[in-house]
């Protein structure tokens, strides 16, 4: 028995070592980065320590508005995407005419450079020869500024976003379709059960392990927000700093500002963010750890 458990040690050695050093380590060396003021990359000197980096950030407008703006996203986001992504995939379940086109089509998102699509998405949202607007036109609707005005740029992430979002849950969605026995639809047909108790009575129930992995996940994914702000407003924040995120924030403070230690402390009230909810999440949903 402890040779196979040391066997077993060994197989997962590699893959330790990976996380040890590319996920603990910055973690443990970003938390203590936070509390140092004036941090030198070069030598490793600092002037002081202590909770002024925190004290700075939380007085800084831009920060307030970038927690802002991604507490709106993820709230916005993650459950919009997933209720679209269930239907769809109920839909592609269905054994409608081409289904393997349909679901390579809803899937390519997911496998395709973000920076690519947000180029396509300027596109569709510019003010005078976007799709976006050329189909609001036939509304009577007049053109919307989406990337040029402050009040249209965080919806427009929005949107953006959920479109991308949904590649992933409805794999994993179709996923856990076909894991529920036909036997129980067949059932119910005989029984005559309209489709909406059909939809809450078993289709729900059957795949509810994975709703719960795509909420905590999508969830995650939608605070770590960064690749498609930088890709839809061409590495900008939208104007005025509309749509800024906490990623973006801490992107800036790092690489723009050289602020280190504020950047460190962003990272560490971003962590604590998704450590909580994420808890409370998997509690609410009845998820167990071990």
């Not at 427009?156 to 953006?160: E, G, K, P, S, V």
């Not at 498609?228 to 839809?232: M, P």
């Not at 104007?239 to 801490?250: D, F, G, K």
């Given at each position: 028995m402890e040779k196979k458990s040391?066997?077993?040690?060994?197989?997962?050695?590699?893959?330790?070592?990976?996380?040890?050093l590319f996920t603990i380590y910055p973690l443990i060396r970003a938390f203590i980065m936070s509390f140092m003021e004036?941090?030198?990359?070069?030598?490793?000197?600092?002037?002081?320590?202590?909770?002024?980096?925190?004290?700075?950030?939380?007085?800084?407008?831009?920060?307030?508005k970038a927690l802002t703006n991604t507490g709106i996203y993820v709230a916005f986001v993650v459950p919009c995407s997933i209720a679209l992504s269930l239907l769809i995939a109920v839909l592609l379940n269905s054994k409608i005419k081409f289904q393997g086109f349909f679901q390579t089509l809803y899937f390519?998102?997911?496998?395709?450079?973000?920076?690519?699509?947000?180029?396509?998405w300027r596109w569709i949202f510019n003010e005078h020869y976007g799709l976006l607007n050329q189909i609001l036109s036939w509304f009577g609707i007049k053109a919307i500024p989406w990337l040029n005005k402050k009040q249209y740029a965080l919806p427009?992430?929005?949107?953006?976003s959920i479109w991308k979002s949904m590649a992933f849950d409805i794999l994993i969605f179709l996923a856990g379709l076909q894991t529920i026995s036909p036997d129980l639809y067949n059932a119910a047909k005989v029984?005559?059960?309209?489709?909406?108790?059909?939809?809450?009575?078993?289709?729900?129930?059957?795949?509810?392990?994975?709703?719960?992995?795509?909420?905590?996940?999508?969830m995650i994914n939608a605070f770590k927000v960064y690749n498609?702000?930088?890709?839809?407003f061409a590495s900008k924040a939208g104007?005025?700093?509309?749509?800024?995120?906490?990623?973006?924030?801490?992107y800036d403070k790092?690489?723009?500002?050289?602020?280190?230690?504020?950047?460190?402390?962003?990272?560490?009230?971003?962590?604590?963010i998704i450590l909580v909810l994420t808890f409370v999440q998997r509690k609410l949903t009845g998820r167990k750890d071990g």
């Open positions: 040391m066997k077993g040690y060994l197989y997962l050695m590699p893959a330790l070592i990976v996380i040890l004036d941090y030198n990359m070069i030598n490793g000197t600092y002037s002081s320590v202590g909770f002024s980096n925190y004290v700075s950030i939380f007085k800084d407008k831009y920060f307030i390519l998102p997911y496998v395709t450079s973000v920076i690519a699509i947000g180029i396509v427009a992430l929005i949107i953006f029984d005559s059960t309209p489709k909406w108790r059909v939809f809450t009575k078993i289709t729900l129930p059957g795949i509810m392990p994975m709703v719960s992995y795509a909420l905590v996940m999508g498609e702000v930088y890709s839809l104007p005025a700093n509309s749509a800024i995120t906490v990623v973006y924030y801490l790092f690489y723009n500002q050289y602020e280190y230690g504020e950047a460190s402390a962003s990272a560490v009230v971003l962590f604590g």
